[in-house]
């Protein structure tokens, strides 16, 4: 849990609890469920359900236990405050499929905007000047594609190396609305901490399991101007 800040400009941050773990967290790092018209729990990962919701901050695996062994559904029942609901067998899965098209959809978001280029020649260019500010390549890229890049991010002040994306470039490029994406750079910071932030919670959930290769997401923290060609 994040330690609580003494600082009065984080007061304003709210927080929701839990209700399997009943670890306390800023609403953003953890997940919504809400109850449907047809009296239907389900995910509510962008948290814009009416009415009332309950919040999760355990993997799919704790999940799908908890569901499995009954002990999801009396916890739902108390943070909704009803008897009559229906959890579905399947709903790890459904939580896991929403944070994946949300974050597929919000790289496509970010794309419009204009904040993410592809291709390597303009990511590589754009990652060595210091202008990409989180490098994405898909999960089929070639090995020396990757290396290469991961190096040009390094000499603009990147991290170690880039995200390797869970998905191919075939998914990849149909959330950008282009094609053949195998990288991607955002060149906007805050387009980046979006990404990140949208990806974050994706494997948070599915856990170190299954979820991304190459570590978390990764923003760029350095300076351009740092030589680092001479390690």
């Not at 351009?224 to 001479?230: F, S, V």
Request: glycine share 10%; with cysteine.
């Amino acid at each position: 849990m994040r330690a609580r800040s003494n600082d009065p400009l984080d007061a304003h941050v709210p927080e929701r609890t839990c209700i399997l773990s009943r670890r306390t967290a800023p609403r953003e790092e953890l997940i919504r469920l809400a109850l449907g018209p047809n009296g239907e729990v389900a995910p509510d990962v962008r948290a814009r359900a009416p009415g009332r919701g309950a919040w999760i901050g355990v993997s799919r695996a704790e999940l799908d236990q908890a569901n499995a062994k009954g002990k999801l559904k009396p916890a739902l029942q108390r943070a909704l405050k009803t008897n009559e609901l229906q959890v579905p067998a399947d709903l790890g899965e459904r939580t896991e499929q929403a944070l994946r098209r949300a974050a597929l959809d919000r790289l496509g978001m970010e794309a419009r905007a204009g904040n993410l280029i592809n291709g390597a020649e303009r990511v590589e260019t754009a990652a060595r000047a210091g202008k990409a500010h989180m490098l994405v390549h898909a999960a089929d890229a070639g090995e020396d594609g990757r290396k290469a890049l991961d190096q040009a991010w390094r000499v603009g002040g990147g991290g170690p190396q880039g995200m390797i994306f869970p998905e191919g470039r075939t998914i990849l490029s149909m959330a950008l609305g282009r094609e053949n994406v195998v990288h991607a750079a955002l060149t906007d910071p805050a387009a980046a901490s979006r990404v990140s932030h949208a990806i974050a919670r994706w494997r948070a959930f599915t856990g170190p399991d299954r979820g991304l290769e190459g570590g978390e997401p990764a923003l760029r923290t350095g300076s351009a101007d740092e030589d680092l060609t001479k390690e």
